[in-house]
């Protein structure tokens, strides 16, 4: 069992908003921790991406559905930062095969590589340490784990 002294934790309601708005009230709360600025703007990066994943993948970009987040110090003296929702889940293949992925080169020439979709999981997987997958009964959450070089 974790025991936390010091964290973060909010529910907010989702909309094509709610990332830029996650990102900046945890912010303080990374800096008060005493994060330096690469690692809260590389973490902030992958918040925002996995909200809006949540945003557009689980509720299927409907607005007012709960996302909640957890972030904190674990006792490796990691950030902790966890996603959650309670929309369409991912299979454990879906997840494995996004956080597998490789980044594709857009080429002018072939539309096909012009597509965004897959690249936040990339993303995320670079700038963090450790990424998983938690799925209990309807709630999905995505826990990423960042050395804080402190």
Not at 58 to 86: F, M, Q, R, W
Request: proline share 3%; glycine share 6%.
């Amino acid at each position: 069992m974790k025991t936390v002294k010091n964290e973060f934790k909010q529910q907010y309601k989702s909309s094509l908003e709610v990332s830029r708005n996650i990102a900046n009230d945890v912010k303080a709360y990374w800096a008060g921790i005493g994060l330096g600025p690469d690692v809260i703007d590389q973490i902030e990066l992958c918040l925002v991406e996995m909200v809006n994943n949540a945003y557009e993948h689980a509720y299927h970009s409907e607005d007012g559905c709960p996302i909640e987040l957890t972030s904190y110090l674990n006792d490796k003296n990691e950030l902790v930062t966890e996603i959650s929702d309670y929309g369409q889940s991912m299979s454990k293949d879906e997840f494995t095969k996004a956080i597998n992925n490789e980044f594709i080169e857009p080429d002018p020439e072939d539309p096909e590589t012009w597509a965004t979709s897959g690249r936040g999981f990339i993303i995320v997987v670079q700038l963090t340490d450790s990424l998983e997958y938690i799925n209990l009964g309807d709630k999905n959450t995505f826990k990423l784990y960042k050395n804080t070089n402190r």
